[in-house]
């Protein structure tokens, strides 16, 4: 299918993503559902991987395109939303990641995002990643729940051909029948081949896309499972969408971690993770 690439070491601020260096935690709620909240999550965040000494991003989209229903809340838009994660970012001395949708996006996106994601169901999307590929940012791509791992060869070369290899490559689970995702872990072996870091989406793998009709279900008890499996695989993150109470979450709430759960599945993960990339198997 492919040759091995050189392996790639990509730099955010002061955190290194590296396939085999101490996985770094990409977390905070799915949507920003306002300014209030989502500070106290990313301070909350803050004070638990700087405790645990856990490299941290933090997470939230100014803007959910995707919902499955026109009625569902999709976050303040690019200009709140911006604003809301320059503050944190300020602030907190934390690098901060959200998804672009469209070309129109991605210049107004890149003057306050440390990493633009390209969302799974738009990976494809050729203008798109071209245009965030000339930003020079970070590029995190969520492969799509329609994709094969090798599929993202093209994907890669895409990014490239603007000068950009600062890539980041993100498994979020596929496709498996109607309302349903499953992990296939060989997956995040096959694109380390790409020489990039991958990424392991611990809440959207658990996701159930249109499962309650009017919006996505999930299954967030096995979150944590999940996480220590893509650990196991040797990735270079865990992405991991959180809220102080995921049954009132605006968007995501069933694949969405509580908070309060966060440091012990950390300690674990931290303590795998040692394992695993001390390991010469």
């Known amino acids: 299918m492919k040759s091995k690439r050189k392996k790639q070491t990509i730099k955010v601020g ?10 770094v935690f990409i977390s905070g709620p799915c949507v920003i559902e306002n300014r209030a909240l989502t500070i106290k999550i990313a301070k909350q965040l803050k004070t638990i991987t700087a405790k645990l000494q856990i490299p941290f991003i ?9 919902r499955t229903s026109v009625s569902s809340f999709r976050g ?14 300020e602030t907190l001395g934390v690098p901060v990641l959200s998804d672009v949708h469209s070309v129109a996006e991605v210049e107004k996106a890149a003057q306050v995002l440390d990493i633009l994601q390209i969302p799974a169901f738009l ?6 990643l071209l245009r965030a590929a000339q930003t020079g940012k970070v590029i995190n791509i969520k492969k799509g729940q329609f994709l094969a791992p090798w599929d993202m ?12 290899n600062r890539i980041l490559l993100t498994e979020r689970g596929v496709s498996f029948g109607y309302n349903t995702l499953v992990s296939d872990f060989r997956s995040l072996e096959v694109m380390k081949d790409y020489g990039y870091p991958v990424v392991f989406d611990a809440t959207h793998s658990v996701q159930q896309p249109g499962g309650l009709g009017s919006c996505s279900g999930g299954q967030n008890q096995y979150v944590p499972l999940l996480s220590r499996c893509g650990i196991a695989a040797g990735c270079s993150a865990v992405f991991m969408e959180v809220h102080p109470d995921p049954g009132q979450a605006l968007s995501d709430g069933p694949n969405t971690l509580a908070l309060s759960r966060v440091p012990g599945v950390l300690k674990l993960l931290k303590k795998l993770d040692l394992v695993i990339k001390s390991s010469k198997i």
């Open 58 to 66: 933090f997470k939230a989209s100014y803007d959910k395109a995707n």
């Open 153 to 164: 060869g093209q994907i890669i070369k895409k990014v490239e051909s603007k000068g950009n």
């Open 14 to 23: 002061p955190i290194t993503l590296s396939n085999a260096k101490p996985f």
């Open 123 to 128: 990976c494809r999307q050729t203008d798109l």
């Open 76 to 89: 303040p838009g690019i200009d709140e939303g911006l604003l809301i994660l320059k503050e944190i970012k």
